[in-house]
């Protein structure tokens, strides 16, 4: 991977991860609406990998790979953020589904079924399922904002370094705990989705062949689960906030 000078060769490094970044583009594209391109992912994720390749110095072995997936994903991201692919009424409409899963919660203790949700929302079944399925990809730009603006996700960024302020990773570390928390309360249908995605790395076709549903059924069951994530983390902020402002 270096040329005679001693320089990493750039060409060969794109050669060798295209294939990584074409991988996290389907990955990604599975969660996000048809209108929303594999071709365009990718092209932002060959310029994130252009942009790893100019900064990391250590190699090029599976350190740099870490890395240089990091950067992918992020620059795939920030490529939808750019383009604010979502129209302003799904918004809404995610908005109001997250609402009454909070609000069912402060009622009743526990996490709200969909035909809770439904009711709440003044709505059949079918329509809210139908709603859940076409906010795929609605969350996952929030959730992924736990990625800094250089493109380290969350544990990477705050890794405990002599430098740290405890203070700050304090407070940090108790977002990642009610993070945890959050999917250790999901339902256990929704739990196991998530398990299977985020942990196996199992498409939603293969998520649906295991758990004996259709695809659609599990983008539905991911489109609810991270709402319910993004409400409960919504929470927590919001408590620190509280916190915060009595203290001071």
């Known amino acids: 991977m270096y040329n005679a000078a ?6 060969q490094l794109v050669q060798r991860f295209a294939p990584m ?3 996290i583009a389907c990955h990604l594209v599975a969660r996000l609406p048809a209108s929303v391109l594999l071709d365009d992912l990718v092209q932002n994720g060959m310029l994130g990998l252009l942009d790893a390749i100019g ?4 190699g090029v072995g599976a350190q740099f790979e870490a890395y240089a997936a990091q950067r992918v994903r992020g620059a795939m991201l920030d490529g ?4 604010d692919w979502l129209p302003r009424s799904l918004r809404r409409s995610c908005r109001l589904i997250e609402a009454a899963i909070t609000q069912l919660e402060q009622e009743t203790g526990r996490a709200p079924s969909e035909k809770e949700l439904a009711d709440s929302l003044g709505m059949t079944l079918a329509d809210y399922q139908t709603m859940l399925q076409d906010a795929r990809g609605h969350q996952l730009v929030y959730l992924e904002d736990l990625v800094s603006e250089d493109g380290e996700d969350f544990l ?8 740290s302020d ?3 990773l304090f407070e940090e570390e108790g977002v990642r705990q009610a993070l945890v928390q959050a999917i250790a309360d999901l339902p256990e249908r929704e739990k196991l ?3 299977l995605y985020y942990e196996q790395d199992l498409n939603l076709r293969e998520i649906g062949e295991v758990m004996g549903v259709s695809e659609s059924r599990v983008c539905q069951l991911h489109s609810q689960a991270v709402m319910r994530l993004r409400t409960r983390l919504a929470g927590a902020a919001a408590t620190k906030r509280k916190r915060a402002r009595k203290n001071g």
């Open 21 to 23: 970044v074409k991988r």
């Open 80 to 83: 939808l953020r750019e383009n």
């Open 6 to 11: 001693g320089q990493i060769n750039k060409e």
């Open 166 to 168: 405890p203070a700050q």
């Open 193 to 195: 989705m998530m398990a």
């Open 156 to 163: 990477e960024r705050h890794r405990v370094e002599e430098s």
């Open 55 to 58: 900064r990391f110095e250590a």
